[in-house]
């Protein structure tokens, strides 16, 4: 962790007259594991100390996800927050920076963008309010955070950890400057200061101060006290993004007769700290995290990860859909994102709340795979293909892939003993997997793996045909180690294993030559494929 060259001093004017400290307080809370009744709660009650203290303000950091779900669920309660962002405007402000409140450090891939991009877009749908200051109260930090904040227009952070529970970040002897993500990126930013904390399972010593004070659990500390301890800090921010339970009005009491403590939301904030002082270089290791690893058997972050990547699959599918058959999904990919990202919430997957894991992930699985199946439909109907059937393979990657792709077809009845795969009619490298046959032998349905070679976000069409049938099977004399059937050419090593697996088919060798690469286990006659396996 490094401070760059000073622009500016940074330490409080000399003299008579104390430096404004000014406080920042959101709540933090919202559908998951709260619940509705909570929030109006603690809103109504967030609304009355308004009206009771002039000089308060207060924020709300709860997931984004929650205010749709309200307008889905219950626009009674959606249109009573909005009356009261209205009413006390410049004093009731939305700090709901991620769609989820996830862990950051432990999302997948895109999933960090679309977290704040949904973020965004959910506060000006139904607000329409711009997001600018990138607030969090658990562990949503990482070192190329600058960069997605950029992208989406903020106008900076404030890079600490309320809650550390999970995870908390470096700190500098700066009050303000810019933080520098890895790609060179530079954002606003007011870092955890020196001293602040960074610690596993505390808070920062404000978040401290203006959830616990005055009280018993204060432990000594209060406002006047973080002022001294911070004096070489300047402009001075105490901010608090915990629990809503937590507030203290006994404090805001105190607040009301302290003129050089000033209350500001998150919108206040660029008008407050206008000349960076240093730069604040980030690595990845300088964000210190910590994950349960093994709770709940890793089935959410599993189910997540599989979630993602299909969600992610199929909007390259409808993209391309969209523009060879106009097949529209956007609508679909939305909902199916949006239920991934509320299952990535840290209290779900930190307090394994299963079922509402369950719930939303399976949701965006099924979504995202009809998406799948309709666009590839969409597309494989406007393909050339076989006249009795076609398999249409789609490579989702930026990259030419090849591989071994697996599919079932239905076969019309009769149609043939043997099959070939062709790709422009040219015959394509292929296996019969398995098969259901009639009693004359014909195939009715048949696994077939085929060897695919797509260019990079491509669709592919492969046609299936009768093949010709195959001379009798050639007899291996007892104790040999080559044999031959109408599928494959195997020559087994000396030592034990596989030397030699050749598809007669194609001619081409299916394990790498001058090896022993595997185990065989099966039947010698092989007068089906389906009665070979390879264990490696």
Known sequence: MLAGACFGSGRAETGSEQQPLYLLTYDHGGLVLWGIPHFVETLKQAINWLDRYPKFKIGLDNEAYLYDYLAEHDPQTLAFLQNALAKYKG???IGSCTYGQPLMCFLNDES????IQFAVEAVKQRFGRQLSVYLMSEHAMHSQIPQILHGLGFWGAIM??????????????????KWVGLDGTEVNAIPTYTGEGAQFGKTTIDNWILTRCPGPQCGGNSLERFREEFRNIHPLLASRADDAALRRE??????ENQPQDRWVLLEDLPEIFKQPQAKFWTLPNDFVVRMPWGYCGNEIWNRSRAAEVSVLTAERIAALAWHAARAEYETEIKESWRNLLIAQHH???????????????NRSL??????????????????EGGKVAQITVFNPSSWTRTEWVEVNVELP???????????????VPSEIVSALRGSSGNLQQARIALRAEVPPLAFQSYSIEAAPEAEPDTESPPGTLQFESNYWRVELHPEG??????????????????????????????????????LA
């Open 91 to 93: 004093r009731l402000g």
């Open 112 to 115: 960090n963008i679309r977290q």
């Open 160 to 177: 600490r950890t309320h809650f550390m529970m999970y995870g908390y970040n470096p700190t500098f002897n700066t009050g303000f400057g």
């Open 250 to 255: 006994a404090l805001v009491q105190e607040v």
């Open 347 to 361: 209290d779900i997957q930190i307090c394994g709340l299963v079922p509402e894991a369950r719930k939303y992930l």
């Open 366 to 383: 099924s979504i995202s795979k009809a998406v799948t199946n309709q666009a590839l439909q969409a597309v494989a109907c406007r393909m």
């Open 413 to 427: 009845s009769h149609f043939a003993n043997r099959l070939n795969v062709k790709h422009r009619g040219e015959i």
């Open 497 to 534: 294993g596989i030397a030699v697996l050749t598809s007669v088919k194609t001619g081409r060798p299916l394990l790498a030559p001058g090896t022993r690469s595997a185990f065989f286990a099966g039947v010698s006659s092989l007068r089906e494929p389906e009665a070979l396996f390879l």
